[in-house]
């Protein structure tokens, strides 16, 4: 079988090299035994570093190595659906480009799409991770299981092998904010899980900080469901309940004592700032599916090929 390496790249001109040399070897030793042929396919998403001149090099020197470069930086969802619409593998494996990936790990998963996986996963562990960043991630996870029409799991990482009929519906969903954990599990199919050591990336610095880790969780969880506009109704109808009440428990003591009674200006400042609060939320909540529905009306493509080695990206470049 043909095996394709997918890897998206952005500014990675420190590691790369040493990315490329180590996936490289380990589908050496594989060939004439677990795979008849392979490639390794680049992704430069707008890099403005050496990243692009590296991969052009690799490619001069191994003909297994594509490459697409994007006309700028699309994101990693756009450069993964490229990826999975011009790859020419019998099954593809997402990587990064850092090795926190790992490369001995390439024949674990092609063992397991040999026993009939559609979907293999890599779950890593948390080790060497920040308190911050581990307690946002477990935190997410918690929200979105309870949350979202699809159940993800707290470790599974984009290191990921599909069988082309998984990706060909994956592709198939043409949704402009797309993402990807949460559309791996909506496709369903048969799945293994392999859990793996959390590695260090080797050289550069992470372009998935804190502000975009937290857009991102945003975007999964309004992706997949309509809960918090439920919400909103549920507590609307909450508050006009005790909204009720309370008018009922202030005519009673309107009834009982009025000659003492006094009016709660208090409760009046009180009940004022929680509902504007709450209104101001739930007006956020309704901006961002509307926004949502803003781009997609657009239809605007995922990504542009400014540049690629290969014919069909070459034919239809806007994807």
Known sequence: MKLSI??????EELVLPQTHREISNQLEKMLDHELTDYELLYIDDGSNDKTFELIEGFAKENKRVKYIRFSRNFGRESGILAGFKYASGDAVMVMDG???HPPYLIPLFLEAYNEGYDIVSGQRTREGESFIGSSFARLFYFLSNRSMDVHLTDGKSELRLLSRKAMEAFVSMPEYNRFNKGLYEWIGFKEKVIPY????????KSKFGFKKSLNYAIQGIISFNDRPL???IQFGFISLGLALLYLVFELMKYILSAGNYVSGYFTTIAAIILFSGVQLIFIGILGEYIGKIYYEVKRRPHFIIEETNIEKAKENHIG
Request: with cysteine; aromatic share 0%; hydrophobic share 40%.
């Open 230 to 232: 439920r919400v909103c």
């Open 6 to 11: 997918l890897i998206t790249l952005l500014n």
């Open 197 to 204: 050591k959390n590695e260090i990336r080797k050289a550069g």
């Open 98 to 100: 850092d090795l926190q």
